[in-house]
Nanobody, 124 residues
Framework: QVQLVESGGGFMQAGDSLRLSCAAS????????MAWFRQTPRKEREFVAA????????STAASLAGRFTIARDNAKNTVYLQMNTLQPEDTAVYYC?????????????????WGQGTQVTVSS
């Protein structure tokens, strides 16, 4: 089992920056690819970004590339999501997820473990 706990969400203004963190415990963190997804009540869970187990490879949703960056620190068992120039449409619950993947994927079904989510609200 891998336990994931997100933190860093909050109420923001458009144009602000915010960094989310996801702390992992349980199995060996460096064996798992990590990803961030987000969800609103009206939409399905949406892929945000993913990072390989070593951190050497990343993938970001095309619509968010340039504003959102994923990173990880295997020594701290933590994955981060840096979000810049936030917009009201970024309002969502943000989830981190872990999976033992050889290739990064945007499919949520590929990830076995999920955190409880952290709310990000952006006002205009």
């Amino acid at each position: 089992q891998v336990q994931l706990v997100e933190s860093g969400g909050g109420f923001m203004q458009a144009g602000d920056s915010l960094r989310l963190s996801c702390a992992a415990s349980g199995r060996t963190f460096s064996n798992y690819a990590m990803a961030w997804f987000r969800q609103t009540p009206r939409k399905e869970r949406e892929f945000v970004a993913a990072i390989s187990s070593s951190g050497g490879g990343t993938s970001t949703a095309a619509s968010l590339a340039g504003r959102f960056t994923i990173a990880r620190d295997n020594a701290k068992n933590t994955v981060y999501l840096q979000m810049n120039t936030l917009q009201p449409e970024d309002t969502a619950v943000y989830y981190c997820a872990a999976g033992r993947l050889s290739l990064l994927t945007s499919s949520p079904t590929a990830y076995n473990y999920w955190g409880q989510g952290t709310q990000v609200t952006v006002s205009s």
